[in-house]
């Protein structure tokens, strides 16, 4: 196992079993396309082919968390930073770009076009993408949507102050999905690569999801009564199931709903969610996450084709793909956790460790340039 590297004064471990929740998703969907692909076989029970494709909406749930951390992460720090704003950007950089940066290197040592280096490195091929040559990988649209999403902190910290507020950032974000989505393409913008499903304007609904969690998780009655009654825990694994079932039947409109429900749940220590998000090795797949979400794709293009070659030849090949899949699934997440384990260790973790260094020394300066015009006027 391995440890978080979020600040224990803000660390609430259901979080990061739900990263592991969302990283599991979105292995299972390209572990399940790819053996897809490779094999040509289909789902022979509906009910599965429901849960596969809803399993596409992983990274959804790990934008709820990604802005449900950063405003407790905020308020906690609020008043005792003498200058946040730098330092959000700081522990930003060096919590994202170091990895990426060499994980831009291993994609091109791969083989992905030598065009995507500059896009890519300095995050702006979201602009662009609708040409997938500025990609070194399919996965990366979601690093571009965080990063627009970190710009505009600084004005949401100072405008969404309350639970109404954070409502009505929720309905303006999704409007503008919703017109965008709608009217994007008549406007002339271009659809190729899903530009317009993965484009911020289209995804943003999903942060402003989050931060109504945020601000609905400090409510007194909430903290008091539906977090610590055990009546609550039963209402609200029922409910997440309920949302759940609904999105592997017909996956729109339901599924950032469900994936809010199953986030409400796992507050509460006591329900099945609870206790799944606890887990220490649901834990350990979330705090691992992202660099299994890089590297993924680089084992399954490794692993997934000799394995659909040799199943073709072998009697396995009789068995229905759901059999295949309970198997190969579970097999590629173990992979993939041994290979972010030493990378999470043995880069990510050291480079989030020299950013709070650069921290603490700008702090501590930033506090002696207040301390000695105080010492000269009390002369």
Known sequence: MVTSIAEKTVHRPYLDG????????????????SLRFYTGMNFTFPFIEGFVAATNQGVKLFFLVSAFTLFSSYYSRLGKEAQPWRNFYLRRFFRIFPFWWGMVAVYLLFGAPGASFLPSAF????????????????????LFVEE????????????????????TFFFVTLFASYVWNTYGAVMGVPDTNQFIDFFPLSQWYCFAIGILLYFLSTEKDFQNKVLKEDR????????????????????APYSTVALAAVFVASMHPGTIWGRITRNPLMGTFGITCFSIYLIHPLLIRALVPPFSAWLKTSTFSMLPLEVIIAFAVPAMA????????FSFSYFEKPFVRLGKKVITRLENRSQSKQTIPRASEAA
């Open 334 to 341: 173990l992979v993939n956790l041994v290979v972010a384990y």
């Open 232 to 251: 609550w825990a039963t209402i609200l694994s029922i409910g997440a199931f309920v949302f759940l079932a609904q999105m592997i039947r017909q996956i």
């Open 148 to 167: 627009t999403f970190y710009l505009a902190l600084p004005l949401l910290f100072s405008t969404l102050r309350t639970l109404q507020g954070a409502f």
């Open 18 to 33: 739900l990263r592991g929740i969302s990283i599991l998703l979105v292995l299972c969907a390209h572990t399940v396309h």
């Open 123 to 142: 995050m702006y091929f979201g602009f662009l993408r609708f040409d997938p040559l500025v990609e070194v990988t399919h996965v990366q649209w979601s």
